[in-house]
C-alpha cells in the first residue's frame, strides 16, 4: 500500500513500530523480564540495638539482630529467595589481621544462624572477607612492611572464615576479597570440614570501583588517602578480556555461581561472561549505583520508580540470572501487585 504523506509517497514495508502499539501488545513481544526470584537482598547487621540508617544510601539501614530478622520475614513474604549479610563491627573490635572475624560470637555468625534458625528455608549468602574486621579496610591482610595486601596469608584467613560461616549455616559463601586462588582453596577446605553442600558465589570479576563509596560509609571500611588501594587487588575498569580470565579461573576452582560487580556501568562485562560460561551469573547493583538513582530523583531530576525498574531490567536484559540489589524489597512489593 502507498501512503501520502505531506504530498510526499512513502512506501514502507518494515515499520517495527506496529508490534509497540499497545501495551498488551508491548507485553506479548516483551523479551526480558524481572522476576521476585531474580532479587538477591543485601542487609548489613550490627551488634547494636537500634537501627542506624546510613545517609548515603536512603532507606537502607545498620540494622539490629532483631530488625535484621524482621527484614529476613519481609523478604520470605515478598518471595524474595536469598538475603546477603554484611556485618558492621565496632571500631574497637578490628585490628590490623581482622581477628575478630574468627570470632565465633561475632555478630555475623550470630546473625546467621539466628536467620537460619527462624527461616530455614530463606538463602542466607555470607561474604568471606576481611574488610569488616580490619582497621584499615582491607579485604586482607597486609604484609610485614605494611606495602601490600598479602595474598596466601589472606587466603588461609579467608578458608576459616569461610568454614565457620558455613558452620553458622551459611548456604552460600561468597568471597568478595579478589585474591588468587581463593576459591579452590574455600572449595578444599569446606569439603575438609564436611560442608561439601556449602555453595560458592564468586565475586569473579569485581572492579576496583569508585561506585562501592557509600557501602564503605555503612561498614565503616574507607581506605585512606594514603594507604595501599584495592586496585592492587580489585580489577582495573578498563579491562574487559580479564573479567573472562578471571572468572574462568573461578568456574575451575569450583565456583558454583560467578558475581560482576557493579553491574550497571558494566553491563558489557555481564554479557561477555554470559556467553563464557554456563554456570549461574549473579550481578551486584552496588551501593552507589543506588545512591545515585536516589540522589537525582531526589532532586527531581528522574523518575524514581522508572529509572530503578530499568536499571535492573538493563542488568538481566544484558545476561544476569541474579541481582543482588537494594531495592530488592521494594521491587518485589511492586511485582507482586
Ligand atoms: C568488600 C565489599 C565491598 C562491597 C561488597 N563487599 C566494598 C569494597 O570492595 O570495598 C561493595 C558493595 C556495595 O558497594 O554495595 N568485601
Redesign the pocket.
Known sequence: MRLQGDGVDLSILQRPRRIRRSENLRRLVRETRLHTEDLIW?LFVHAIDTDHPVESMPGVSRRSLDSLLAACEEAQQLGIPAVAI?PCIEGSLKNTKGTYAHKDSNILYRAVREIKKRFPELLVIA?V?L?PYTSHGH?GILSEDGDSVENDTTVEALCRLAVQEAAAGADIVAP??MMDGRVGEIRRALDAAGFHETAIMSYAA?YSSA??G???DAVG?QIGKDAIS?ATY?MDPANALEAISEVLLDVEQGADIVMVKPAGPYLDIIRSVRDAVTIPLAA?Q???EYAQIHAAAKLGWLDYERTRDESLLAIKRAGADMILTYFAPEVAARLRN
Open positions: 543485601p554484611f561474604d572477607a574488610d579485604d568478595s576479597d569485581k561506585y562501592y557509600p557501602f564503605r571500611s584495592k580489585q551486584y552496588v551501593s552507589g
